[in-house]
């Protein structure tokens, strides 16, 4: 199963599937308390934060898919009615149109990617 890989739009879904599987793990591994993880339902730098992964990993989907799939990442977390969701749209127009949703600079990428591979194959 390694060795054949996926092509095009399944290559495409699985990265997706895997970067919301992660993001969502990610935010759940930071906040345990579910008491906490509530209190941040509504919290914008959760949702710039959200935004920002998935527009630096997702660069090639559209920005109307960028959008659902954090829509998909912030109902799995927090279970929202209509209006909530509503609500987290109107934050990423917000963030959208504040330039708060950027890419990362090609320095700090390939700075993070050395420093990773240094680290593993050095330690």
């Known amino acids: ?3 054949i890989e996926f092509k095009n739009s399944l290559s495409r879904a699985s990265r ?3 970067l919301i599987k992660d993001i969502v793990a990610l935010i759940r591994e930071k906040f345990p308390d579910v008491v906490h993880l509530n209190s941040l339902r509504m919290d914008l730098g959760l949702t710039e934060y959200i935004c920002n992964v998935v527009k630096n990993d997702l660069s090639d989907h559209k920005e109307e898919e960028q959008e659902n799939i954090v829509l998909d990442i912030i109902k799995i977390i927090h279970n929202m009615t209509d209006g909530d969701i509503g609500m987290i ?3 990423i ?3 959208k149109d504040n330039s708060k949703i950027k890419d990362v ?3 700090k990428y390939i700075w993070r990617k050395t420093t990773n ?3 593993k194959k050095f330690s």
């Open 89 to 91: 749209k109107n934050q």
């Open 117 to 119: 591979w240094f680290i």
């Open 1 to 3: 199963m390694d060795i």
């Open 16 to 18: 997706k599937a895997k």
């Open 93 to 95: 127009c917000y963030l």
């Open 105 to 107: 600079s090609a320095r």
